[in-house]
């Protein structure tokens, strides 16, 4: 599986970070080479074997097996050097497959689970220095693959017959089973060409060219011909390709407004891939419960790398799979693992549904990152059209939507999916005049409407923060991952305020994320700071003021869940902690198909029902809860819903109230 390597996978701009890399680039320690015997087996560089060819091994013919896990190979230190280690997707069971005095690094499966190759500087009798080598899954059977030294960054075809990697320079690929000789493809001594990855149909080869820093993409066909470069400004510092063929590169392209960018195979049609819960479009992990997330290495603030699965799914967004005190690197899992086959590439997203005619003459489709649609909520929406009687169709994008000719669609999102999402949204709403109602986010494009309350209750809150300080004196706020939509609200705010003192503090899911330490040390360092205002992770904020003992806590945001609703309330009985928190509607899927039926129907939308930034989000009436009202909502928390992690949210609407509140009589 070719993963993405993990610098500033979560933000939308470039910065300096901890993070190694989910792909065999993430890691730019290589193992000393042993220095190469005079006899050893020279490398094939400077002559190639122009009449060397390659026989793939057949095809095996498909049988009905169980679906692959995604088991993860990795290379760690903790047995003293470095080892290839294997575990479960939930993280259990580590084992060292290589237990070897050498190290052992850079780790690659198969696409079916049933080898891995590796990087090694071991001691092979023969011939000393560093190689590609390949053992069974178990470990077993290991044999040496390459015979160049200095070889690296294995990667396997997806047909799992041959494997390229890198050697002083230039481009290799070889038969997996040893077969034939290796094949230097790119035969370029006047540049660097390194960490070559394969196509998901085993068609192309892509691959980094430079050196000091200054990268470049270019892309072959898979016998090396027809080399296209597709950048030239030297900023590229990573590839991959995504199941469904496209190429994902770490790219600081400030023309195209993108450091995760996707681009087609020819260069053309770049876009931002986003950050966090977009990210496992592209390349996804599967857990076992079939939830797709983003497998990363990380070092947070700690002197070793650990490997974490990140996803809304996760109590905290990051969930540990090693918590080993060694350093653990370099995550790699079958390319065909989990409940759909990138083999197939197509789609991690369900199949589109075929369009029937209903008796209504209208389909709704919807759409989403699969973290952006809880299961509640798809449920709420299936009950919606089931009420109405009308088809709802699932598709595998917008466009895809699109093209199957839905009368409008509903797009599940977040704050990181719509934006990269707007080419799309506005191509469907603009172009092709399809209603497209963005739940729990908001677009700007016109012909789109949002079901949302994130720009009113960010206003609302940094609002009542501002008034609570008499509109004047010090605030810090964490703005995670530099988000432009919360920038915008908080500048906005802050024109009303302009006694306001605003500090904004370095914060993202990396090497910046926020901690209960670090909102204690914050509000001790800072004695006349009056509140602290955060995108994400706010429970931090609750328990780095109380734990740490803060005396005269600055204000701060409170999550709306019953639990948290009693700590607030103690904690005001021995101190003047003041805090805010909002209720989020949590039945936009089910409002949103009644909303769509509504219009489709020939309903007129009541222009005072819209309100937010871009005056296209339909209004909720939503509890805002301070200390003056929290005792009632204590009281009344019975009349909300449960949501994800036990968090408070409004129940839907019935069909005559959506009707009354948003449309005309």
């Not at 005056?615 to 805002?624: A, L, Q």
Request: hydrophobic fraction near 35%.
């Amino acid at each position: 599986m070719k993963r993405i390597p993990l610098s500033n996978f979560l933000l939308l701009v470039a910065l300096s970070l901890l993070f190694s890399s989910c792909s065999p680039a993430a890691s730019s320690e290589t193992p000393e080479v042993a220095e190469q015997p005079a006899d050893a087996v020279q490398p094939t560089l400077a002559q190639p074997v122009e009449t060397a060819t390659l026989e793939p091994s057949p095809t095996p013919v498909p049988t009905e097996t169980p679906p692959i896990p995604c088991a993860i190979a990795f290379d760690t230190d903790r047995d003293g050097n470095r080892e290839v280690y294997i575990m479960g997707p939930d993280g259990k069971d580590p084992i060292n497959l290589t237990n070897n005095g050498g190290d052992d690094t850079n780790a690659a499966w198969s696409p079916d689970a049933t080898q891995i190759a590796f990087v090694s500087n071991r001691e092979n009798g023969r011939e000393g220095g560093q190689f590609i080598y390949v053992m069974d899954a178990d470990g077993n059977n290991v044999r040496q693959l390459s015979h160049e030294n200095e070889s690296n960054w294995p990667d396997w075809s997806n047909d799992g017959s041959r494997i390229t990697y890198t050697h002083q320079g230039d481009i290799y690929v070889i038969n997996a089973d040893g077969s034939g000789q290796s094949i230097n493809l790119t035969n370029s001594p006047d540049q660097q060409d390194e960490r070559s990855v394969w196509s998901p149909d085993s068609k192309w080869i892509a691959w980094l060219s430079g050196g000091d820093n200054q990268w470049n993409i270019f892309v072959m066909d898979a016998d090396g011909g027809n080399v296209r470069q597709l950048s030239d400004d030297g900023k590229v510092t990573d590839v991959s390709w995504t199941v469904d063929g496209q190429l994902f590169l770490n790219w600081d392209n400030r023309e195209a407004g993108c450091f995760n960018c996707v681009m087609d195979a020819d260069g053309s049609n770049i876009k931002d891939a986003g950050g966090k819960g977009t990210i496992q479009e592209y390349l996804p992990f599967w857990t076992e419960d079939g939830n797709r997330v983003e497998c990363v290495s990380a070092n947070f603030n700690t002197p070793d790398n650990e490997i974490y699965l990140v996803g809304e799914i996760f109590p905290d967004i990051f969930f540990n799979l090693t918590n080993n005190p060694a350093d653990d690197r370099n995550p790699d899992w079958p390319a065909n693992c989990g409940p759909t086959s990138a083999a197939a590439v197509s789609s991690t997203a369900p199949a589109q549904e075929e369009v029937k005619t209903t008796s209504q003459g209208m389909v709704i489709g919807y759409t989403g990152d699969q973290n952006s649609m809880p299961q509640h909520q798809v449920d709420e929406l299936k009950r919606a059209c089931e009420e109405l009687q009308i088809q709802c169709v699932q598709g595998d994008s917008i466009p895809g939507l699109v093209e199957q000719g839905v009368s409008a669609m509903l797009v599940f999102s977040n704050r990181w999916h719509v934006m990269a999402a707007f080419p799309e949204i506005y191509d469907a709403a603009e172009a092709k005049k399809i209603p497209v109602f963005v739940l729990n986010a908001e677009t700007d494009v016109a012909g789109a409407y949002n079901l949302s309350v994130e720009y009113d209750a960010t206003r609302t809150s940094l609002t009542w923060m501002f008034k609570e300080m008499g509109g004047e004196g010090e605030f810090a706020y964490f703005n995670v991952g530099n988000n432009d939509f919360y920038q915008s609200i908080i500048d906005e705010v802050l024109k009303v305020f302009p006694g306001i003192i605003a500090n904004s503090m370095p914060a993202d899911y990396e090497s910046n994320r926020i901690t209960e330490q670090k909102i204690t040390e914050l509000a001790r360092s800072n004695p006349n700071l009056e509140a602290i205002w955060s995108t994400d992770q706010i429970n931090d904020l609750f328990w780095g003021l109380k734990n740490g003992q803060v005396e005269a806590p600055p204000a701060i945001l409170c999550d709306p869940r019953q639990d948290m609703f009693q700590f607030w309330k103690d904690w005001t009985k021995e101190s003047t902690f003041r805090c805010i928190s909002t209720v989020r509607p949590g039945g936009t899927a089910y409002e949103g198909v009644y909303a769509a039926y509504y219009l489709l129907s020939g309903e007129k939308i009541d222009p005072a029902a819209l309100g937010g930034r871009a005056g296209n989000t339909f209004r909720y009436d939503y509890p805002v809860i301070t200390n003056d009202n929290l005792d009632g909502w204590l009281e009344k928390s019975a009349t909300l819903q449960k949501g994800e992690w036990d968090t408070l949210t409004l129940p839907p609407m019935t069909p005559e109230e959506i009707k009354e509140k948003w449309f005309l009589e």
